[in-house]
Nanobody, 115 residues
Framework: QVQLVESGGGLVQPGGSLRLSCVAS????????MSWYRQAPGKQRELVAR???????NYGESVKGRFTISRDNAKNLMYLQMNSLKPEDTAIYYCNTLIFDRDYWGQGTQVSVSS
């Protein structure tokens, strides 16, 4: 079955960096769109970034120029490099894939940005 497991979250000061990882299994990773979403307390889940099988990427407006999404198809891994973190980046970050019109989600990893 499809499994997505995130790691790499934590507490960081404003201006700091974190790298999130998502390891995938149960499907042909290289063939599918992969995405990072986040959900802050009291807010709707929002798209952070996505990367297609071709390697092309899209970013949410609030993270453009600060975050970089990438993937390693040989290792079934997706990454999110987050730089210049702000308190408003605090959220649970989720790994996502869409297979035959069905969304699959990881359990999420908490990112907290605070001094």
């Amino acid at each position: 079955q499809v499994q997505l497991v995130e790691s790499g979250g934590g507490l960081v000061q404003p201006g700091g960096s974190l790298r999130l990882s998502c390891v995938a299994s149960g499907f042909t990773f290289s063939s599918y769109l992969m995405s990072w979403y986040r959900q802050a307390p009291g807010k709707q889940r929002e798209l952070v970034a996505r990367i297609r099988s071709s390697g092309s990427t899209n970013y949410g407006e609030s993270v453009k120029g600060r975050f970089t999404i990438s993937r390693d198809n040989a290792k079934n891994l997706m990454y999110l490099q987050m730089n210049s973190l702000k308190p408003e980046d605090t959220a649970i970050y989720y790994c996502n894939t869409l297979i035959f019109d069905r969304d699959y989600w990881g359990q999420g990893t908490q990112v907290s940005v605070s001094s």
